[in-house]
């Protein structure tokens, strides 16, 4: 007697995910680094001279992708609270959750010509927001094991980001506060900068890593600017000097910095470059041989800067970078 076939029960279909329920955290800096770009557009006007409508549409469409990623993000939040602690586990995620908190600052800084009161209280709800993020950044490193404690570039992103609101707090009048910043924010970069330069002359830091470099240009652009805004000419050349010297490296050694090719940490190099660019368009007022410089970085964020933003969100559109980010699911 013929045996009956034996048909395979069909694979069982994965469960669908919900919308934005793995809402990459890598997307935000790249929008950082847009943001970036505006505000160094916003500062060139004076200097350069043209259109001053230009820098104000890319920070009013940056804004507006801004806040369209962190509804997102809240969303996936929204289905499991506890994600966030499983997104700051990892380091693009860590760097991504900074940069979307560091965000709200810009936000205030890009309202501030326009709702001066508006812009002191996002300034405010980002320093509590970027409290928050900090402190939960904190948790998870000591809960964590031992090797994701080392210091890492990203540092500066978590612990020093504060000195965006003294992009604010200066012109609105908040100069102990910005002072504060100032004081406070630069201790902490002094300390990460000396402990990374230790870490990279025993160490080479492993190849897809090294974009993350790039982020020790960033304090010494804020420092200096808001040093800058608060009347301290002298000290904002200085950073502006250290930041020349980072800078200045980054560029000797951007193929050994780039040679594992494109990912999502190379967001990294945006807002840096933009930010020192605002510094050296705000020092070209005192100091017109500034004005050359300052070009030339421009020019270089121009070419950069929304070249890396628009590819990590085709990432984010197309859903590669979740996956390859790592970022978790709600």
């Known amino acids: 007697m013929a045996r009956a076939p034996f ?20 997307v935000f800096p790249g929008i950082m680094g847009l943001f970036g770009l505006g505000l160094a557009l916003r500062r060139g006007v004076d200097v350069i001279g043209y259109p001053p409508a230009l820098p104000e549409m890319i920070l009013g469409g940056v804004s507006l992708l801004w806040v369209l990623a962190t509804l997102a993000y809240g969303v996936k939040l929204r289905q499991r609270t506890g994600v ?56 998870v490193l000591t809960k964590g094991p031992e090797e994701g404690r080392h210091v890492t570039p990203a540092w500066h992103l978590h612990f020093v ?32 900068w000396a402990v990374s330069l230790v870490q990279l002359a025993r160490r080479i830091p492993p190849a897809p890593l090294r974009p993350l ?16 805004l608060l009347g301290m000419q002298g000290v904002a050349v200085g950073f502006a000097v250290l930041g020349a010297v980072i800078l200045a490296g980054l560029v000797v050694t951007i193929r050994w910095v780039t040679v594992s090719g494109f990912s999502a940490l190379w967001g990294a190099f945006t807002f840096p470059l933009a930010a020192y660019t605002s510094l050296l368009f705000a020092l070209a007022g005192p100091y017109p041989v500034l004005e050359w410089p300052a070009l030339g970085c421009l ?4 070419g950069i800067v929304p070249a890396i933003a628009i590819r990590i969100l085709q990432m984010w559109t197309k859903g590669t970078l979740a996956a390859k980010t790592n970022a978790a699911t709600a």
């Open 7 to 26: 048909f395979p029960p069909p694979p069982v279909a994965p469960a669908p995910t919900r919308a934005f329920a793995r809402m990459p955290p890598a």
């Open 161 to 192: 980001g504060f000195i965006i609101a003294g992009l604010v707090a200066g012109p609105l009048g908040y100069g102990l506060l910005g002072m504060t910043l100032l004081v406070g924010s630069a201790i902490v970069a002094a300390l990460i």
């Open 299 to 302: 020019i270089a964020c121009l």
């Open 213 to 228: 470099l790039a982020i020790h240009l960033a304090p010494a652009s804020l420092l200096g600017t808001v040093a800058w």
């Open 84 to 139: 966030i602690l499983d997104d700051l586990a990892i380091l693009p995620g860590r760097t991504g959750l900074s940069a979307m908190s560091l965000g709200l600052l810009l936000l205030a800084a890009t309202l501030l010509p326009y709702m001066p009161q508006g812009a002191a209280a996002l300034m405010f709800a980002g320093l509590a927001l970027h409290g928050v993020i900090a402190a939960l950044i904190l948790y």
